[in-house]
């Protein structure tokens, strides 16, 4: 047999009892929560960054970043609601790499699923802690969700996840908003129906349980562009795009249509420094016209404190907040870049 148990971890239950929440965080997760299911809904005009680096792998750089980050929302918060991005599980598309904090504690180290999963929790509970701000993380594997379920405020389905039937039905299991990206080929067909499946009831295996799911009205929309089969990169952000998508929304008649801009991966062509012209042009066309900026909710932008990317290494040459995986914008382009969104809202 080629599949070889090493032990089994404990379950979600567990890893909560273990690592309890206050009710002070429980109280800022509802809150959040309520503000975010309005502007998703419609009921507050307010908009949506989802903003941090490529993947939180260290947790002192990540709480470093969160607290500048925290302290511009202060300042922002009558037009924009910030949702760190704090994502702990990489997708690796050859399946080499670094595949986020959840398989390695320790980039350095070898991977250690057990402390992983202790690891993400922490530090998802000590970002709330110390800065009031619930984050995303990205579901890559979805039996995993359950370990975070408390404290989440966003979910990701990424575009090569996007068309696997069990992130669908666990999707339609959640109540905060997820976005579903457009898969790499590009094919709105696919992202649109997994929102169909994703906002209906569904029957199914999970974790072991016979489960029901009553369905996730605030499934939406993520545009990330493509790759064609040349291998090359093509937005999907512009001004056209969003009108197709809007009639594509019309056409499926779905609950609370909302599209989120990444203006990295194909958007940007991973050019990180692309992202400030992208989210310009995004705030522009939803300026422009009035549907649009009701259907543009918000922008994924991916951001550090030391502005491209490193290897994983460790010592003297490791750069303390500077992304291991994709290259980010620094701190002070993100800053700016927030400011120039709130004057465009």
């Not at 690592?19 to 109280?27: A, E, G, I, T, Y």
């Not at 549907?291 to 290897?311: F, N, T």
């Not at 460790?314 to 927030?338: A, K, M, N, R, V």
């Amino acid at each position: 047999m080629s599949m070889h148990f090493e032990k089994k971890l404990p379950i979600p239950a567990e890893i909560k009892h273990q690592n309890p929440l206050s009710d002070s965080v429980k109280r800022i997760k509802k809150e959040r929560d309520r503000e975010l299911r309005e502007i998703f809904t419609g009921k507050s005009d307010r908009f949506v960054l989802i903003i941090g680096p490529c993947s939180s792998d260290n947790e002192e750089a990540v709480l470093d970043y969160l607290g500048r980050l925290a302290k511009v929302q202060e300042k922002v918060a009558d037009r924009i609601m910030i949702v760190p991005r704090i994502y702990t599980n990489k997708p690796r598309t050859t399946g080499k790499g670094y595949k986020g904090l959840l398989h390695q504690p320790d980039p350095s180290k070898k991977p250690d699923l057990l402390a992983g999963i202790i690891a993400i929790r922490k530090m998802h509970q000590r970002a709330i802690e110390q800065t009031s701000l619930t984050a995303a993380d990205e579901m890559l594997y979805p039996e995993n969700y359950r370990y975070l379920d408390d404290l989440l405020a966003y979910v990701a389905v990424g575009a090569r996840s996007v068309e696997d039937q069990q992130h669908r039905m666990t999707a339609s299991g959640m109540d905060i908003p997820v976005g579903m990206k457009n898969p790499t080929s590009g094919d709105l067909t696919v992202m649109f129906n997994s929102i169909v499946a994703a906002q209906s009831r569904h029957n199914f295996i999970y974790r072991g349980w016979d489960v029901n799911t009553d369905g996730n009205d605030l499934t939406h929309v993520v545009l990330r562009g493509s790759v064609n089969k040349h291998g090359n990169c093509l937005p999907n952000y512009h001004y056209e795009d969003l009108l197709l998508t809007k009639r594509l929304y019309d056409q499926h008649k779905l609950k609370n249509p909302a599209v989120v801009v990444d203006c990295n991966h194909a958007n940007s062509n991973k050019q990180h420094i692309e992202q400030i012209r992208i989210a310009h042009e995004v705030m522009h066309s939803r300026s422009y016209n009035e549907d649009l900026k009701h259907l543009v909710k918000g922008l994924m932008i991916e951001s550090y404190l030391v502005s491209g990317r490193q290897d994983a290494v460790s010592g003297p040459d490791h750069c303390y907040g500077q992304s291991i995986t994709d290259p980010c914008l620094g701190w002070e382009e993100s800053e700016s870049l927030i400011y120039s969104i709130y004057h465009m809202v």
